[in-house]
């Protein structure tokens, strides 16, 4: 009678069981491996605080910052804010994971303060093109506060319904408190700046005719590298700063207030900071509207 | 004394299986956007919307995409919360491109084609609104952008309408 006898160590535990528990084993590492790996890129790509997900890819550029041609004198570099946002300028992604909390409003750091109050945008009415539609499509304001749509211009302001309005309902019904104007984008690669500015100049005018509100004009946003190289757009930085330059000017002769932010947004060569830019290089990524409303309200407090 | 070390060694790893299996359970209850690939293959069957927009937006390449939650949601689609089991949706927060990407679970599917007039609605707004802005882009807006499947419905805008179509009706059957 040869009972066939298994193998054990001096635990008493036989290879089968060795086996299996590195089965096992291995198989917990995996799993725990992967979900490791979900938790760390929950963290990094999403944020159920922000109203927004970033998704996509920043635009692929090669050498952004090879081509030095600022040759304005006016807009860019970042010099005309007055606190240390235009330099801090650099790492805008970083700083966007907590919309509204109060802890962003230290002024040291080295990215820009994308701290605001959405109530001090209560009674605020942004006019403005597709750019401008971002505001509310992010919902960092409501859509109550905007009058934005795609292809809005200067010239195409005063005559354009949007969602059954004109621009003369929308001011009557919401009685806004204070105006930003940011628009000109569509139309400064191809339309003659004198004639824009005149046409923002007719505007503003016949706002302040109107109605009582603080009306402030943004200067408009500069464009990546890239976005200039595309033809199609029409867009240059040479254009967008001449336009700017000229509407400074227009506005500092009426009661409306300039805001450069173009200066906030462009890199050392004049350019749009890439961390800024949506894939086209033109538009805006959900964390510059952060930045853009933490702006206006210093600059308008 | 070998019975009980066996005993304990089960009990161990049963432990360990339970814990690992529970971590992994726990993890895709609100993530909206970030599912992985190896979370969503273990549940092919009838997922979630926001797992279905995470692995469609996961696959194909769109723009910087804002959530639209449910305090939002009238804003975009005029669908009766009542009947909706679940949501995911996303539009395109810089307003450069029409993509757009929503996925409603019904609680009936008899309250589908309600939801599938309001999506029709939607995708001529924004066919209105980029037809002349970026006429680049009409290509997504295809006429194939409204999607039912039983219980659900989807709005999808994107640069892969076909790819986004397999993959929601690969999730909802």
């Known amino acids: 009678m040869a009972t066939k006898k298994k193998k054990t160590n001096k635990f008493g535990i036989t290879p089968s069981v060795i086996f299996l528990n590195l089965t096992v084993l291995l ?275 | 004394m070998r019975k009980i070390t066996k005993r304990i060694i089960a009990t161990l790893l049963a432990a360990a299986m339970l814990t690992s299996l529970t971590a992994c359970g726990g993890n895709n209850t609100s993530s909206t956007g970030t599912t992985n690939s190896s979370a969503t293959e273990s549940s092919v069957n009838a997922s979630a919307p926001a797992d279905i927009t995470s692995k469609i937006m996961g696959d194909i390449k769109f723009p910087s995409m804002a959530e639209i939650k449910s305090d939002r949601l009238s804003t975009y689609y005029d669908v009766d919360a009542d009947k909706i089991e679940a949501f995911s949706a996303y539009i395109c927060g810089s307003g450069a491109y029409p993509d757009e990407i929503a996925v409603f679970k019904m609680k009936s599917a008899d309250d589908v084609n309600a939801v599938k007039t309001v999506l029709d609605k939607r995708v001529e707004s924004q066919t209105t609104t980029f037809k002349d802005y970026t006429p680049d882009e009409m290509y997504k807006i295809d006429g194939k952008n409204v999607i039912i499947s039983g219980n659900y419905i989807a709005l999808i805008i994107c640069s892969d309408n076909a790819g986004a179509t397999a993959t929601f009706n690969s999730m909802t059957k």
């Open chain 1, 27 to 301: 198989f917990l590492f995996i799993v725990f491996f992967f979900a490791y790996n979900v938790i760390k890129e929950d963290t990094e790509t999403t944020s159920s605080v922000p109203p927004f997900t970033a998704v996509t890819e920043k635009p692929e550029t090669s050498a952004p910052e090879s081509k030095p041609e600022t040759e304005n004198s006016d807009t860019p570099s970042a010099t005309e804010s007055e606190n240390s946002d235009s330099s801090d300028i650099s790492a805008p992604e970083s700083d966007t994971s907590s919309e509204n909390s109060e802890d962003e409003t230290s002024s040291d750091t080295d990215t820009p303060d994308t701290y605001f109050d959405k109530d001090y945008f209560e009674d605020a009415l942004f006019i403005g093109d597709s750019i401008s539609t971002g505001i509310s499509l992010y919902g960092f304001l409501d859509s109550e506060n905007v009058f934005a749509t795609q292809g809005l211009a200067p010239s195409t302001v005063l005559t354009t319904e949007i969602d059954g309005k004109t621009f003369s309902d929308k001011i009557a019904s919401f009685k806004p408190d204070k105006i930003f104007i940011m628009l000109g984008t569509n139309s400064v690669g191809y339309a003659d700046a004198e004639y824009l500015v005149e046409s923002m100049e007719t505007l503003i005018s016949d706002i302040t005719s109107t109605c009582k509100s603080k009306v402030y004009v943004l200067s408009i946003p500069p464009v990546t590298k890239d976005a200039e190289a595309d033809q199609s757009n029409y867009l240059t930085i040479e254009a967008i700063n001449e336009y700017n330059k000229k509407l400074k000017e227009v506005v500092n002769g009426t009661s409306a207030e300039f805001i450069d932010f173009n200066a906030v947004l462009s890199d050392a060569d004049g350019y749009f900071n890439e961390d800024y830019a949506e894939m086209d290089g033109i538009h805006f990524m959900g964390s510059t509207y952060q930045v853009m409303l933490s702006y206006l309200q210093k600059q308008t407090s």
